[in-house]
C-alpha cells in the first residue's frame, strides 16, 4: 500500500512557513541603471538628499500674486516679472504680479496663485484679476511629496513602475539590487513531447505536449530569475540523479514538475534523497497536494530543490502559492505572502472538501465571481480563463451571495 495515503496532511500556512525558514536571501547585488530596475528588489533603502518639490511652485498657468493686494475681485496689478518653469524669479514688490507658469517657483512674497483663465492681461504691463484668491491656493508646497531625509523606498521592495519614478525624482540613476536568482528548471515524464518537435497528427499514443515547462519559465521570468531551462527528464532513475547533479551547481534552486507522487515512475524522491535530502509532502490543498523541498549538496554549499506536481493546474497554484514567495524572499523581499481580498461569490460550491481548495473564477465588472466549470487539476483551460482563485477553506461550501477569499492572479503569477 502507498506507504504516504495515510499520513497526515500537511497544511499549506505551515508548508509555507517551513519552506521561508530555509528561504535566506541570497548574497550579492547588481548595480543597475533605474531605467532597468523594473522588477528587481531593491537592496538598500533609498534616503532623499532633498525634498520634492525643491521649492514652493504653481500647479496653474496664472499670475502669482499677494492676497492682500487683492481684496476685491476687478483689481488692476502691474506685471513685473515672468517665471517659466526652470527659471528663478525675484521677490515680488507689493502691488504687482508675476506672470507665472506651471512647475515655476512662486517668488518670496507671493502667497497664492491666479489661474489665468480668471484674468485678464491689460496693455501687455498690467493685469487684471477676476477672482478673489485664497491664500496658498494653486501652490505645491516645497517637500510636500517627499522632504529631505525622509526614506522613500525600504530595502527588501520589488520596484515597479511607479517607484522607478520615485527614485529617478531623488537622482538615483542607478540602483542596487538583490542578485537573480539562478533556476534551472526540467520537467519529468516520458510521455511529455515538445510542441514544435512532433506534429498533433503523429503524437503518439499516450504522448502528451509539455505544458508545464512554457507556464512555470515564463512565471520565473517575470519573478526576475534567470532561468536555465534543462529540458525533459526520462522516467529513469540515473537520468533524474545526472539531471539533478548537474543543476546543482551553478543555481540557486532546482524547480521540477512531476514524479513527486510515490508511484513506481515517480523517480525524484529516491534521486533527491541519493544527492542530499527531500522532504515530501502531502499538503491540505487542491489542487495541489504533492510537493517536495529538498537540499543537493554541491561543492561546498547546496541547493534549493522544489518539487512540483505534474498536473497542470496543480503546479500553477503550487508554483503561485509556494514557489513564488521562497523566489521573492530570496531575494530579500519580506512581505511575500499573497494577499486576498473579500468578494462576493456568484456561484455555489455545494460539496465541500477535505483540503482547502484553490478554485478559478473570474471577476465580473461589479466584482461578483463567476467559477470556471471544470475544477479538474488537469484542465489547463481553468487557469487561463481565470483571472484568480477563490481561497475557500477545507470544509467549507459555498452559497451565491457569500463573502469570499479572491485571490487575484496579480498576487500568484505576477
Ligand atoms: P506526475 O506528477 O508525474 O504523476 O504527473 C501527473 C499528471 O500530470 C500526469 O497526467 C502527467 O502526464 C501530467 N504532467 C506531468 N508533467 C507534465 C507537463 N510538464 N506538462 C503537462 N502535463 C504534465
Ligand atoms: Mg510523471
New binding site residues.
Given amino acids: 500500500m502507498n506507504p504516504q495515503a495515510r499520513a497526515p496532511l500537511k497544511p499549506l500556512d505551515e508548508a509555507l512557513a517551513d519552506l521561508l525558514a530555509q528561504a535566506t536571501p541570497l548574497a550579492g547585488t547588481d548595480t543597475v541603471n533605474t531605467f532597468d530596475a523594473d522588477g528587481r528588489v531593491l537592496a538598500q533603502a533609498a534616503t532623499s538628499p532633498l525634498q520634492v518639490p525643491p521649492s514652493d511652485n504653481s500647479s496653474m498657468d496664472g499670475y502669482a500674486v499677494r492676497c492682500a493686494d487683492v481684496p476685491a475681485s476687478g483689481v488692476e496689478l502691474l506685471v513685473s516679472q515672468r517665471i517659466p518653469a526652470g527659471s528663478f524669479g525675484t521677490p515680488l514688490a507689493a502691488g504687482t504680479a508675476a506672470r507665472i507658469f506651471t512647475g515655476a517657483p512662486v517668488p518670496a512674497g507671493a502667497d497664492a496663485i491666479v489661474m489665468q483663465e480668471d484674468c485678464e492681461a491689460l496693455d501687455g504691463e498690467r493685469v487684471r484679476v477676476n477672482a478673489v484668491p485664497a491664500p496658498g491656493q494653486w501652490i505645491r508646497r516645497a517637500g510636500e511629496d517627499i522632504t529631505l531625509g525622509a526614506q522613500v523606498l525600504a530595502a527588501g521592495t520589488r520596484l515597479t513602475p511607479a517607484e522607478l519614478g520615485l527614485a529617478a525624482s531623488i537622482g538615483l540613476g542607478r540602483l542596487q539590487v538583490a542578485r537573480r536568482p539562478r533556476v534551472a528548471l526540467f520537467?519529468?515524464?516520458d510521455?511529455?513531447v515538445m510542441p514544435g518537435d512532433v506534429p498533433p497528427a503523429q503524437m503518439k499514443p499516450g504522448a502528451?505536449y509539455?505544458?508545464?515547462?512554457f507556464f512555470l519559465r515564463a512565471m520565473l521570468l517575470r519573478l526576475g530569475c534567470e532561468v536555465s531551462d534543462l529540458g525533459i527528464v526520462p522516467d529513469r532513475r540515473e537520468a533524474t540523479v545526472a539531471a539533478l547533479r548537474q543543476a546543482a551547481s551553478g543555481h540557486d534552486l532546482i524547480l521540477t514538475?512531476?514524479?513527486?507522487?510515490v508511484g513506481e515512475e515517480?523517480h525524484i524522491k529516491p534521486a533527491v534523497e541519493s544527492l542530499g535530502r527531500l522532504d515530501l509532502w502531502q499538503i491540505a490543498m487542491k489542487p495541489g497536494k504533492p510537493f517536495a523541498y529538498g537540499q543537493i549538496a554541491h561543492g561546498s554549499g547546496s541547493a534549493h530543490f522544489m518539487g512540483l506536481?505534474?498536473?497542470?493546474v496543480s503546479s500553477f497554484v503550487t508554483f503561485g502559492l509556494l514557489v513564488r514567495p521562497f523566489v521573492l524572499r530570496l531575494q530579500g523581499v519580506r512581505d511575500v505572502a499573497p494577499k486576498a481580498i473579500a468578494a462576493t461569490a456568484g456561484f455555489d460550491w455545494p460539496r465541500a472538501d477535505k483540503r482547502r481548495e484553490f478554485l478559478r473564477v473570474r471577476q465580473g465588472v461589479d466584482g461578483t465571481l463567476e467559477l470556471f466549470a471544470n475544477q479538474s487539476s488537469?484542465v489547463l483551460t481553468s487557469a487561463a480563463w481565470a483571472d484568480g482563485v477563490v481561497d475557500n477553506p477545507a470544509g467549507q461550501t459555498i452559497a451565491r451571495g457569500d463573502r469570499v477569499r479572491f485571490l487575484p492572479f496579480a498576487e500568484l503569477l505576477s
Wanted: no cysteine.
Fill in positions: 520537467s519529468t515524464g510521455e511529455l502528451i509539455n505544458s508545464n515547462r514538475s512531476g514524479g513527486v507522487s515517480d506536481p505534474g498536473n497542470p488537469g
